[in-house]
Protein backbone atom coordinates (compact mmCIF):
# COMPACT_ATOMS: atom_id res chain seq x y z
CA UNK A 1 0.00 0.00 0.00
CA UNK A 2 1.62 3.59 -0.99
CA UNK A 3 1.85 6.39 1.26
CA UNK A 4 0.09 9.35 0.32
CA UNK A 5 2.00 12.54 0.41
CA UNK A 6 -0.84 14.20 2.72
CA UNK A 7 0.88 18.16 2.23
CA UNK A 8 0.01 18.17 -1.00
CA UNK A 9 -3.98 19.63 -1.71
CA UNK A 10 -4.86 20.40 -4.82
CA UNK A 11 -5.44 24.61 -4.58
CA UNK A 12 -8.93 24.69 -6.34
CA UNK A 13 -7.82 28.64 -6.36
CA UNK A 14 -5.10 28.13 -8.57
CA UNK A 15 -5.15 28.31 -12.11
CA UNK A 16 -2.40 26.74 -13.35
CA UNK A 17 -2.79 23.10 -14.63
CA UNK A 18 -2.53 20.09 -11.72
CA UNK A 19 0.58 18.91 -13.35
CA UNK A 20 2.06 22.56 -12.59
CA UNK A 21 1.17 22.10 -9.08
CA UNK A 22 2.61 18.70 -8.91
CA UNK A 23 5.89 20.32 -10.35
CA UNK A 24 6.02 22.96 -7.87
CA UNK A 25 5.39 20.57 -5.12
CA UNK A 26 8.25 18.27 -6.29
CA UNK A 27 10.47 21.05 -6.51
CA UNK A 28 9.66 22.15 -2.70
CA UNK A 29 10.49 18.41 -1.54
CA UNK A 30 13.83 19.55 -3.49
CA UNK A 31 14.88 22.10 -1.40
CA UNK A 32 13.47 21.08 1.48
CA UNK A 33 15.91 17.88 1.49
CA UNK A 34 12.90 15.14 1.03
CA UNK A 35 15.39 14.19 -1.99
CA UNK A 36 19.09 14.49 -2.17
CA UNK A 37 21.53 15.38 -5.28
CA UNK A 38 21.76 12.06 -7.77
CA UNK A 39 18.67 10.48 -5.93
CA UNK A 40 16.02 8.69 -7.88
CA UNK A 41 12.50 10.87 -8.19
CA UNK A 42 9.60 8.21 -7.27
CA UNK A 43 8.16 6.16 -10.79
CA UNK A 44 5.60 7.97 -12.35
CA UNK A 45 3.12 5.12 -11.40
CA UNK A 46 4.10 5.18 -7.47
CA UNK A 47 4.61 9.22 -7.89
CA UNK A 48 0.80 9.07 -9.40
CA UNK A 49 -0.27 7.08 -6.23
CA UNK A 50 1.31 9.02 -3.12
CA UNK A 51 0.02 12.23 -4.76
CA UNK A 52 -3.11 10.91 -5.81
CA UNK A 53 -3.48 11.84 -9.00
CA UNK A 54 -3.20 10.48 -12.52
CA UNK A 55 0.23 9.18 -14.40
CA UNK A 56 -0.35 11.65 -16.93
CA UNK A 57 -0.17 14.38 -14.52
CA UNK A 58 2.86 13.62 -12.57
CA UNK A 59 4.26 12.20 -16.15
CA UNK A 60 3.93 16.10 -16.91
CA UNK A 61 5.10 17.14 -13.57
CA UNK A 62 8.58 15.50 -14.18
CA UNK A 63 8.84 16.55 -17.85
CA UNK A 64 8.34 20.22 -16.73
CA UNK A 65 11.28 19.21 -14.15
CA UNK A 66 13.09 17.96 -16.83
CA UNK A 67 13.05 21.32 -19.02
CA UNK A 68 13.95 23.08 -16.30
CA UNK A 69 16.94 21.29 -15.93
CA UNK A 70 15.99 20.27 -12.11
CA UNK A 71 15.73 16.68 -12.93
CA UNK A 72 17.87 14.18 -15.57
CA UNK A 73 16.87 11.34 -17.11
CA UNK A 74 18.59 8.45 -17.36
CA UNK A 75 17.52 5.74 -19.82
CA UNK A 76 16.21 2.37 -18.18
CA UNK A 77 17.20 3.84 -14.67
CA UNK A 78 14.99 6.99 -14.01
CA UNK A 79 14.43 10.27 -13.37
CA UNK A 80 17.45 11.92 -10.75
CA UNK A 81 18.02 14.86 -8.72
CA UNK A 82 20.30 17.03 -10.85
CA UNK A 83 23.13 19.47 -9.34
CA UNK A 84 22.36 23.09 -9.91
CA UNK A 85 25.02 25.99 -9.05
CA UNK A 86 24.40 29.70 -8.79
CA UNK A 87 26.91 31.32 -9.58
CA UNK A 88 27.09 35.21 -8.84
CA UNK A 89 29.07 36.80 -11.17
CA UNK A 90 30.42 39.61 -9.04
CA UNK A 91 32.36 37.43 -6.64
CA UNK A 92 35.41 35.18 -7.99
CA UNK A 93 35.50 31.73 -6.15
CA UNK A 94 37.17 28.51 -7.29
CA UNK A 95 34.47 25.77 -8.29
CA UNK A 96 35.37 23.87 -4.54
CA UNK A 97 34.17 26.88 -3.03
CA UNK A 98 31.00 27.38 -5.17
CA UNK A 99 30.03 23.74 -4.37
CA UNK A 100 31.30 23.72 -0.58
CA UNK A 101 28.77 26.96 0.05
CA UNK A 102 26.15 24.90 -1.20
CA UNK A 103 26.21 21.92 0.29
CA UNK A 104 27.47 19.73 -2.31
CA UNK A 105 31.00 17.68 -2.24
CA UNK A 106 32.95 18.51 -4.98
CA UNK A 107 35.31 16.70 -6.97
CA UNK A 108 37.51 15.90 -9.39
CA UNK A 109 38.50 13.23 -12.39
CA UNK A 110 41.75 14.16 -13.72
CA UNK A 111 42.39 13.69 -17.60
CA UNK A 112 45.85 15.12 -17.72
CA UNK A 113 48.58 17.18 -15.92
CA UNK A 114 51.61 18.28 -17.62
CA UNK A 115 53.98 21.21 -18.11
CA UNK A 116 54.19 21.79 -21.62
CA UNK A 117 55.33 24.63 -24.00
CA UNK A 118 52.67 27.58 -24.34
CA UNK A 119 50.50 28.07 -27.79
CA UNK A 120 50.12 31.43 -29.12
CA UNK A 121 46.68 32.01 -27.55
CA UNK A 122 48.21 30.86 -24.17
CA UNK A 123 50.83 33.27 -24.17
CA UNK A 124 48.65 36.24 -25.15
CA UNK A 125 46.37 35.71 -22.34
CA UNK A 126 49.43 35.08 -19.84
CA UNK A 127 51.73 37.84 -20.85
CA UNK A 128 54.18 35.04 -21.53
CA UNK A 129 57.31 35.39 -23.79
CA UNK A 130 57.41 32.67 -26.85
CA UNK A 131 58.55 29.43 -25.76
CA UNK A 132 57.29 29.72 -22.01
CA UNK A 133 55.99 26.73 -19.95
CA UNK A 134 52.66 26.34 -18.50
CA UNK A 135 51.41 23.72 -16.65
CA UNK A 136 48.02 22.35 -18.32
CA UNK A 137 45.41 20.54 -16.27
CA UNK A 138 42.38 18.67 -17.99
CA UNK A 139 39.72 17.74 -15.67
CA UNK A 140 36.09 16.68 -15.13
CA UNK A 141 34.36 18.41 -12.38
CA UNK A 142 32.27 16.51 -9.75
CA UNK A 143 29.37 17.62 -7.85
CA UNK A 144 28.56 14.60 -5.58
CA UNK A 145 29.54 12.55 -8.29
CA UNK A 146 27.92 13.88 -11.10
CA UNK A 147 29.91 15.39 -13.93
CA UNK A 148 28.98 19.23 -14.03
CA UNK A 149 32.27 20.34 -16.37
CA UNK A 150 34.89 19.57 -18.48
CA UNK A 151 37.95 22.44 -17.88
CA UNK A 152 41.27 23.27 -18.80
CA UNK A 153 43.07 25.50 -16.60
CA UNK A 154 46.72 26.77 -17.45
CA UNK A 155 49.00 28.34 -14.81
CA UNK A 156 52.59 29.74 -15.85
CA UNK A 157 54.88 27.06 -14.80
CA UNK A 158 57.05 29.42 -12.87
CA UNK A 159 54.40 29.43 -10.58
CA UNK A 160 52.93 25.87 -10.61
CA UNK A 161 56.09 23.88 -11.90
CA UNK A 162 54.47 20.53 -10.43
CA UNK A 163 50.92 20.20 -11.72
CA UNK A 164 50.38 16.34 -10.51
CA UNK A 165 50.89 18.45 -6.93
CA UNK A 166 47.39 19.93 -7.46
CA UNK A 167 44.10 18.33 -5.47
CA UNK A 168 40.66 19.01 -5.65
CA UNK A 169 41.40 23.04 -5.56
CA UNK A 170 43.22 24.72 -8.11
CA UNK A 171 42.66 27.83 -6.04
CA UNK A 172 43.65 26.53 -2.32
CA UNK A 173 46.84 24.76 -4.05
CA UNK A 174 47.59 27.96 -5.07
CA UNK A 175 46.98 29.70 -1.95
CA UNK A 176 50.14 27.47 -0.76
CA UNK A 177 52.44 29.91 -2.49
CA UNK A 178 51.07 33.14 -2.49
CA UNK A 179 49.47 33.13 -5.83
CA UNK A 180 45.91 33.14 -5.59
CA UNK A 181 43.97 35.58 -7.90
CA UNK A 182 42.29 38.60 -6.89
CA UNK A 183 40.52 39.61 -9.77
CA UNK A 184 39.54 38.04 -13.20
CA UNK A 185 37.86 38.45 -16.33
CA UNK A 186 35.37 36.45 -17.56
CA UNK A 187 33.89 35.81 -20.86
CA UNK A 188 30.68 33.75 -20.76
CA UNK A 189 28.93 32.05 -24.39
CA UNK A 190 26.76 29.13 -25.45
CA UNK A 191 28.13 26.55 -27.95
CA UNK A 192 27.35 23.18 -29.14
CA UNK A 193 28.58 19.97 -27.95
CA UNK A 194 30.65 18.38 -30.65
CA UNK A 195 30.73 14.49 -29.98
CA UNK A 196 34.41 14.23 -27.89
CA UNK A 197 32.73 17.10 -25.34
CA UNK A 198 29.31 15.60 -25.07
CA UNK A 199 30.91 11.98 -23.90
CA UNK A 200 32.38 13.50 -21.59
CA UNK A 201 29.79 15.40 -19.65
CA UNK A 202 27.50 12.81 -20.36
CA UNK A 203 24.60 14.97 -22.66
CA UNK A 204 23.53 14.76 -25.71
CA UNK A 205 25.70 15.39 -29.17
CA UNK A 206 24.63 18.92 -29.90
CA UNK A 207 23.32 20.27 -26.44
CA UNK A 208 24.06 23.51 -26.09
CA UNK A 209 26.44 24.12 -23.09
CA UNK A 210 28.24 27.27 -21.35
CA UNK A 211 31.59 28.26 -22.39
CA UNK A 212 33.65 30.15 -20.06
CA UNK A 213 36.88 31.43 -20.67
CA UNK A 214 38.64 33.28 -17.55
CA UNK A 215 41.52 35.10 -17.07
CA UNK A 216 42.57 35.57 -12.77
CA UNK A 217 45.46 38.14 -11.74
CA UNK A 218 47.17 38.74 -8.62
CA UNK A 219 47.18 42.18 -7.14
CA UNK A 220 50.52 43.05 -8.80
CA UNK A 221 48.45 42.84 -12.24
CA UNK A 222 50.05 39.87 -14.03
CA UNK A 223 48.06 37.36 -15.25
CA UNK A 224 48.21 33.76 -13.65
CA UNK A 225 45.39 31.63 -14.37
CA UNK A 226 43.68 30.87 -17.94
CA UNK A 227 40.84 28.52 -17.95
CA UNK A 228 38.42 27.28 -20.39
CA UNK A 229 35.32 25.57 -18.56
CA UNK A 230 32.58 23.82 -20.34
CA UNK A 231 29.42 24.01 -18.45
CA UNK A 232 26.23 21.77 -18.81
CA UNK A 233 23.70 24.81 -18.90
CA UNK A 234 21.01 22.42 -17.34
CA UNK A 235 23.00 22.88 -13.97
CA UNK A 236 24.58 26.07 -13.75
CA UNK A 237 22.82 29.37 -13.46
CA UNK A 238 24.99 32.78 -13.88
CA UNK A 239 23.48 35.35 -11.71
CA UNK A 240 24.41 39.07 -11.90
CA UNK A 241 23.09 42.09 -10.28
CA UNK A 242 22.51 45.43 -11.77
CA UNK A 243 21.55 49.04 -10.97
CA UNK A 244 20.44 52.05 -12.46
CA UNK A 245 22.62 55.21 -13.19
CA UNK A 246 20.60 58.14 -11.12
Known sequence: MSTTHTDFKVDLNDNSPLYMQVARKLIQDVRDGRYQVDQALPSERLLSEQLDVSRVTARKAIDQLVE?????????????VAPRIEQPLSNLSSFSEQLQQRGYRPGSQWLSRSVVVASADEQLSLGLSPNARVARLERLR??????????????PASVLPKPEAVGNSLYEHLATTGHTPVRALQHIRAMNAGAVLAGQLGVPEGQAVLYITRVGYLESGQAVELTHSYCRSDHYDFVAEMRRVA
Not at 68 to 80: A, P
Open 68 to 80: QGLVVRRRGSGNY
Open 142 to 155: LADDVVMAYEVSVI
